[in-house]
C-alpha cells in the first residue's frame, strides 16, 4: 500500500478517534453522576453533571432539574428545576417535557395551567414518552374542548425559545 494511501485511511480513522475521545468522558462523567445520585450522593451528583448541563447536555440538564424538584443536595426550588427541565426539552427530551407537564398541571414553579400541561405532555407523547398519553388523557377530562382544541395548537406550533 503507498504512502498517499495510508495517510487518507490515517485521517477518517483519527477523526473518529477524537470523536470518540470527546464523547466518551461525557458520557462517563454523566454516568458517574448518574452512579452517585443512586447512592444517595447528591453532591457528587452535582459535581458531575453540572458541567456537563452548563455545556448543553439534555440528559444532564432534565437530572440537574430533578435535583431542584426534589431538593437533592440542594434547596427544593421549582423555579430552578423548570429552567433546566426548559433547556432540556428544548432539545427534545421527552422526559423534561413531561415533568415541565407535571409541574404545570400541579403549578409547581409556575401557575397552574391545564393547557400549558396538556401541550407539553403532547409533545413528550410525540417524542417517545409512554408516560405522557396517559397524564394527558387524565388531564383532559377536567379541560373543555377548547382548551384540548388550543392546547393542541401550542403543542403543533411549538419551538424551543431563541429558534
Same mark, same amino acid.
Given at each position: ?66 435535583? +431542584? ?8 426550588? +421549582? ?19 413531561? +415533568? ?15 393547557? @400549558? ?32 382544541? @388550543? ?13
Amino acid at each position: 500500500m503507498s504512502n498517499d494511501r495510508l495517510i487518507v485511511l490515517r485521517i477518517p480513522i483519527t477523526l473518529i478517534l477524537s470523536m470518540v475521545c470527546f464523547v466518551l468522558p461525557a458520557w462517563a462523567d454523566y454516568q458517574a453522576g448518574m452512579d452517585a445520585y443512586n447512592r444517595g450522593d447528591f453532591a457528587t451528583a452535582l459535581r458531575e453533571w453540572r458541567p456537563l448541563a452548563e455545556q448543553g447536555d439534555a440528559k444532564a440538564q432534565f437530572s440537574f432539574g430533578l435535583l +431542584y424538584e426534589n431538593g437533592d443536595g440542594v434547596p427544593r426550588d +421549582y423555579t430552578k428545576a423548570r429552567q433546566w427541565y426548559e433547556k432540556a426539552a428544548a432539545q427534545g427530551d421527552a422526559k423534561a417535557q413531561l +415533568y415541565l407537564g407535571m409541574q404545570s398541571s400541579f403549578g409547581q414553579g409556575v401557575p397552574m395551567d391545564l393547557v @400549558e400541561a396538556y401541550m407539553w405532555y403532547s409533545l413528550a407523547a410525540g417524542n417517545g414518552n409512554a408516560h405522557a398519553p396517559g397524564y394527558r388523557n387524565d388531564l383532559s377530562r377536567q379541560m373543555t374542548p377548547a382548551q384540548i382544541a @388550543e392546547a393542541q395548537k401550542r403543542a403543533r406550533e411549538w419551538k424551543p425559545k431563541g429558534k
